[in-house]
């Protein structure tokens, strides 16, 4: 098992695994028309770009886990240094190579670098099946922020 920071040569698997994440889910979910394209422009940018960290694990050269980290840059205060933060998202490992570890190995990649980085923190959005797997990764509970919904 390999782990590292993605790169051009995975678009087409990023591409795909981000439809299995999906379909996992929702088998029967109808796929929006130029999808591939659209999440091709948006790898590209994320990997060319400082906003974006995805980080993944290959075995035998292929992809078999991913994470996504978004930096969000906090407003500078008087008082002390401005931390950025990340927001994990996209968290995924393929059914086959699930409970071998590779999806904490990704996550511990995200953690170190976000360390040495000097984020202030990380935050995931977890469902219910994932919290023991965060849990484990050093993430705690923390109230649940305030939300209004687009249209709300």
């Excluded at 996209?90 to 360390?115: C, F, M, S």
Aim: hydrophobic share 45%; aromatic share 8%.
């Amino acid at each position: 098992m390999n782990v590292r920071l993605a790169q051009a040569q995975d678009l087409d698997q990023l591409v795909r695994l981000r439809r299995d994440f999906t379909l996992e889910d929702d088998p029967e979910a109808e796929l929006v028309e130029g999808y591939e394209t659209e999440c091709r422009t948006f790898l590209e940018r994320a990997l060319t770009g400082e906003r974006w960290r995805i980080f993944l694990a290959e075995v035998d050269g292929e992809v078999v886990s991913h994470a996504y980290v978004e930096l969000v840059a906090k407003v500078p205060r008087p008082t002390r240094e401005a931390a950025d933060w990340g927001d994990v998202t996209n968290v995924y490992t393929v059914p086959a190579q699930r409970g071998k570890g590779i999806g904490a190995a990704v996550l511990g990649e995200v953690t170190a670098w976000a360390d040495q980085a000097a984020l202030e923190l990380l935050i995931v959005w977890p469902s219910d099946d994932s919290r023991a797997f965060y849990a484990r990764q050093g993430f705690a509970k923390a109230d649940d922020p305030m939300i209004r919904p687009a249209g709300g």
